[in-house]
């Protein structure tokens, strides 16, 4: 394995980093609708979104590796950009299994001008599909769907008989209801409703591989985006120790403020290796859910070590709403429940390790 970024990962990579850290100059305080409109558009004009899709859209070539780059700098701006549903889940996985007329429905969201959210299975589907005379019928509801709040389009998980299928429904459908909800850093998620939402079979898609692989891309992109923001808050950590004297000595220099910062960098590099061990197996077509479970373990349990520790390290600077490190401590708390806790991926593995060869 090598994770050592590739030459076009390099490119994403630095694309992203400049053009969002020249947002946050310019936008030091946003609001918590997680969705910037603007910056949406500046992605797409700078051909972020469509750059890390796999063929056949518009003849690009990168694929996991290359969004796990781009996720990794917005989670280091806390940007509101939902690159994570919209294209490292919805776009990524319409245009792996969708057919011509699916893919199409991508151009306006590649163009930064439209956005989709995933509702996907958790402990087992929220909504159930039935095949009608015309197409399907969906029904159900699935609460904390992320970035759906403003979504213009869902990628909906349903149950079908003894089987899952994938369906694209559009937020103006008849039948469909979006309820926003707070969570702990913002106001983008939603709870979704479908009442007898019919679906035509051309949104469909039946692939039995298709539901696994969209929710292994959605358990990445929260680790990358993890990753980024813990790799941020770390970076200001230390320069706040290095600088902020008590005693007429930087507390940098105690050894219990550099012993929890070391723990912490231990910790910043476990979620780095975990993530681009699975995110390298899932580029290469190998199985990779014990490796995604470890992922999401270490996404998890240092999240919240490292959080807290740069909330402790700052004191009460840490928690002010007009400091961005209170930014950093929601979103990494998001994410440390977002795709469940560790312990539930500790359970998970160990059901994986238990299970008979």
Known sequence: MDFEYTEAQRDLSGLARELLTDWAVRNPRTDDSGFDPELWRAMAGAGLLEAALPEPVDGGGFGVLEQCAVLIEIGRTVAPAPYSTSIAVVAATLAEFGDDLLVRRLRPLLRGETTFAAALARDCAAFE???????????????????????????????????????????????????????????????????????????????????????????????????????????????????????????????AVRQRLADAYIDVEAVRLTLWQAAWRESHGLVAEAEIDVAKFWAA??????????????????????????????????????????????????????APV
């Open 129 to 255: 599909a039935e095949r009608g005379e015309n197409g399907w019928c969906v029904r159900g509801s699935q609460s904390v769907v992320a970035a759906g709040a403003f979504a213009d389009g869902f990628l909906i998980e349903a149950r079908a008989g003894a089987n899952s299928i994938l369906l694209v429904v559009d937020r103006a459908a008849a039948g469909v209801t979006v309820t926003g909800q707070q969570v702990v850093n913002g106001t983008d998620a939603a709870i979704l409703e479908l009442r007898e939402v019919q679906v035509p079979d051309g949104d469909v898609i039946l692939a039995p591989e298709a539901p696994g692989w969209a929710r292994r891309r959605a358990a990445l992109a929260v680790c990358a985006h993890q990753l980024g923001v813990l790799e941020r808050a770390l970076e200001m950590t230390a320069e706040y120790a290095r600088t902020r004297k008590q005693f007429d000595k930087p507390i940098g220099a105690f050894q």
């Open 301 to 354: 349990e240092a999240g919240h070590r490292v959080a807290h520790t740069a909330v402790h390290v700052h004191a009460s600077t840490g928690i002010y709403l007009d400091y961005p490190m209170q930014r950093y401590f929601t979103a990494a708390k998001r994410a440390e429940f977002e795709s469940g806790t560790a312990l539930t991926h500790l359970r998970g593995l160990g059901a994986f390790l238990d």
